[in-house]
């Protein structure tokens, strides 16, 4: 085998490997999501922190003014942490809803 087949070997086999998933951070702390507004790749992942035992949770909305749970993806009671994975491309609107009256929402794109 030539260099050359051998590199057009090698770069198929790059081209051809999916791209692995990441996960986002998103923080809660006080009355806010940090960062906020994020935008991920189809297949990633976000991990939500600083839930703190059920003080704060994740509940997805509607649009960007609803405050009802719309059925999607929601933490569970008393949790100190969250995932979500994202198959379907989209934007995902999200509260805490001990803080919606304060502000405290989030998008996912």
């Known amino acids: 085998m030539n ?3 051998i590199f057009v070997s090698a ?3 790059a081209v051809a490997q999916p791209a692995l998933a990441a996960t986002a951070e998103v923080v809660a702390s006080g009355i806010t999501f940090t960062p906020a507004d994020i935008t991920i790749s ?4 976000v991990h939500w ?3 703190s ?3 704060h949770d994740v509940v997805e909305v509607a649009d960007a003014i609803s405050e009802i749970y719309n059925g999607g993806f929601q933490s569970a009671p008393a949790a100190n942490e969250f995932t979500s994975t994202f198959n379907t491309p989209g934007v995902y609107y999200y509260i805490c809803s001990p803080h919606v009256s304060f502000g405290m929402r989030g998008t996912i794109t």
Do not use: A, E, Q, W
């Open 49 to 51: 922190t600083g839930l």
């Open 11 to 13: 770069l198929l086999i």
């Open 3 to 5: 260099c050359k087949s």
């Open 42 to 45: 189809l297949g990633d992942s």
């Open 53 to 55: 035992g059920g003080t």
